[in-house]
C-alpha cells in the first residue's frame, strides 16, 4: 500500500487486491499528515479475497518463478489445505487457523512432511503480503514441528559394489555410479542437461538445485568415462521421472538385501562421508554439495569421526602396561 494524489491534489491510498488489480481508497484530505494518519489506521477490506483465491494467484506465480517439482508440491499442500480453509476471508486466517491444520495433519502424516507442507504454506502467506492483500503473515508464529535427530544413512565401498551388481541395466547403473561420485540430487539429475555437461573442464554445471542456486560441481575421470558412454539421444542424459529413479534403487536395494534405511539420497550422503575420509575440506565439500550453510555439511564429520573412533577399536590389544612403569 501506498499513498498518492489526485489531480485535485486529494490524498489516495493504492493497493492491489486478490486478483493483482490495483486499487485505491480515498482518504478524504488534501493534508499529507492527516493522510498519513489515515493511511496507518487503513485495513485492507475483510473481503479482499480468500484463501482459495490466493492460492490460484499463489499457483499461476509459482508455474513462472519455481521449478516443476516445487510447484507439484505446492499443488499438494493446496489440494490438503483448501478442502479445510479455502473458503475463509484472507483476514479470518489467524495462526490458530494454522495450527490447528498442523494439528489435524499430525494425525495422517509424518512430521517431516508436515514442516514441508508449513514451510510452502509460509511462503504463500508471504507472498500475500508482498501483494499487499494481508498485513501480516499469520504463518510469524506457527512453529515447525521437532524432529528426531537422524544421522545420514550412507554406502561403504563394499555396499555398493553389493547395489551396482544388483542393477538390472546400464542406465541405472550409470545414475547410480555418477550419483556416488558426484553428490547430486534425484532431481538435479533429471534437470540436468547435456549443455550442462563440460567433459574437456570437467564440471557439470547444476542450475536448478535446492533453493535455484547454481553451481559447479568437478567430476573425476571415472564420471567422464560414464558420460561419454551414454548415448547423446536427446536433451538430458537422463531423462526419467523422480519415481522411476527412487523405485530403481528401491527395488536393487531390496535385491541386494541391504539396509531398508538406505534411498537413492543416500549416496548423497556417501559422497560426503567418503570426500571428507579422505581428506577433502569442509569448506569445498559444502561447495561441491551446495549446502547453504557450512553446518548441514558439518553433520557429516561426526560420521567420519565415529568411523576412525571404531578403526581405533579394532586394534589388538598389546598386553602392556600391566606390571612395572
Request: proline share 4%; hydrophobic share 35%.
Given at each position: 500500500m501506498f499513498l498518492s494524489q489526485r489531480r485535485d491534489h486529494t490524498y489516495?491510498?493504492?493497493?492491489?487486491?486478490?486478483?493483482?488489480?490495483?486499487?485505491?481508497?480515498?482518504?478524504?484530505?488534501?493534508?499529507?499528515?492527516?493522510?498519513?494518519?489515515?493511511?496507518?489506521s487503513f485495513s485492507l477490506p475483510r473481503g479482499?479475497?480468500?484463501?482459495?483465491?490466493?492460492?490460484?494467484?499463489?499457483?499461476?506465480?509459482?508455474?513462472?518463478?519455481?521449478r516443476p517439482t516445487t510447484v507439484t508440491r505446492i499443488r499438494y499442500v493446496g489440494g490438503r489445505f483448501l478442502p479445510l480453509f479455502g473458503h475463509l476471508a484472507l483476514a479470518d486466517v489467524t495462526p490458530e487457523t494454522l495450527e490447528s491444520y498442523k494439528e489435524r495433519r499430525s494425525r495422517k502424516?509424518?512430521?517431516?512432511?508436515?514442516?514441508?507442507?508449513?514451510?510452502?504454506?509460509?511462503?504463500?502467506?508471504?507472498k500475500a503480503v508482498d501483494w499487499g492483500l494481508i498485513e501480516r503473515n499469520p504463518m510469524t508464529r506457527v512453529k515447525q514441528l521437532r524432529l528426531p535427530k537422524a544421522e545420514p544413512t550412507y554406502l561403504s565401498l563394499e555396499e555398493f559394489q553389493r547395489l551396482w551388481k544388483a542393477l538390472p541395466s546400464q542406465w541405472h547403473r550409470d545414475?547410480?555410479?555418477?550419483?556416488?561420485?558426484?553428490?547430486?540430487?534425484?532431481?538435479e539429475f533429471i534437470e540436468l542437461t547435456w549443455s550442462d555437461v563440460n567433459l574437456r573442464e570437467r564440471v557439470l554445471r547444476v542450475s536448478h538445485g535446492k533453493g535455484d542456486r547454481e553451481r559447479f560441481v568437478?567430476?573425476?575421470?571415472?564420471?567422464?568415462?560414464?558420460?561419454?558412454?551414454?548415448?547423446?539421444?536427446?536433451?538430458?542424459?537422463?531423462?526419467?521421472?523422480?519415481?522411476?529413479?527412487?523405485?530403481?534403487?528401491?527395488?536393487?536395494?531390496?535385491?541386494?538385501?541391504?539396509?531398508?534405511?538406505?534411498?537413492?539420497?543416500?549416496l548423497r550422503h556417501s559422497f560426503a562421508t567418503l570426500t571428507l575420509k579422505n581428506g577433502?575440506?569442509?569448506?569445498?565439500?559444502?561447495?561441491?554439495?551446495?549446502?547453504?550453510?557450512?553446518t548441514t555439511t558439518m553433520g557429516y564429520t561426526h560420521l567420519v569421526s565415529r568411523d576412525m573412533h571404531d578403526a581405533v577399536a579394532k586394534l589388538p590389544n598389546l598386553k602392556i602396561g600391566t606390571g612395572g612403569s
Amino acid at each position: 500500500m501506498f499513498l498518492s494524489q489526485r489531480r485535485d491534489h486529494t490524498y489516495i491510498i493504492r493497493y492491489r487486491d486478490f486478483s493483482g488489480r490495483m486499487t485505491t481508497k480515498s482518504t478524504g484530505t488534501k493534508d499529507k499528515r492527516q493522510a498519513y494518519a489515515f493511511l496507518h489506521s487503513f485495513s485492507l477490506p475483510r473481503g479482499n479475497g480468500t484463501v482459495a483465491q490466493l492460492y490460484s494467484r499463489y499457483l499461476e506465480f509459482s508455474r513462472i518463478e519455481h521449478r516443476p517439482t516445487t510447484v507439484t508440491r505446492i499443488r499438494y499442500v493446496g489440494g490438503r489445505f483448501l478442502p479445510l480453509f479455502g473458503h475463509l476471508a484472507l483476514a479470518d486466517v489467524t495462526p490458530e487457523t494454522l495450527e490447528s491444520y498442523k494439528e489435524r495433519r499430525s494425525r495422517k502424516v509424518k512430521r517431516t512432511s508436515i514442516n514441508i507442507e508449513l514451510r510452502h504454506l509460509r511462503a504463500m502467506f508471504e507472498k500475500a503480503v508482498d501483494w499487499g492483500l494481508i498485513e501480516r503473515n499469520p504463518m510469524t508464529r506457527v512453529k515447525q514441528l521437532r524432529l528426531p535427530k537422524a544421522e545420514p544413512t550412507y554406502l561403504s565401498l563394499e555396499e555398493f559394489q553389493r547395489l551396482w551388481k544388483a542393477l538390472p541395466s546400464q542406465w541405472h547403473r550409470d545414475i547410480v555410479t555418477l550419483a556416488m561420485l558426484t553428490g547430486l540430487r534425484r532431481e538435479e539429475f533429471i534437470e540436468l542437461t547435456w549443455s550442462d555437461v563440460n567433459l574437456r573442464e570437467r564440471v557439470l554445471r547444476v542450475s536448478h538445485g535446492k533453493g535455484d542456486r547454481e553451481r559447479f560441481v568437478p567430476i573425476n575421470e571415472e564420471c567422464v568415462r560414464v558420460l561419454q558412454s551414454i548415448p547423446r539421444t536427446g536433451a538430458r542424459p537422463f531423462p526419467y521421472k523422480r519415481n522411476t529413479v527412487s523405485q530403481m534403487f528401491r527395488s536393487a536395494r531390496i535385491r541386494a538385501g541391504m539396509n531398508p534405511g538406505l534411498h537413492f539420497h543416500s549416496l548423497r550422503h556417501s559422497f560426503a562421508t567418503l570426500t571428507l575420509k579422505n581428506g577433502a575440506a569442509v569448506q569445498d565439500v559444502q561447495k561441491i554439495m551446495g549446502h547453504a550453510s557450512i553446518t548441514t555439511t558439518m553433520g557429516y564429520t561426526h560420521l567420519v569421526s565415529r568411523d576412525m573412533h571404531d578403526a581405533v577399536a579394532k586394534l589388538p590389544n598389546l598386553k602392556i602396561g600391566t606390571g612395572g612403569s
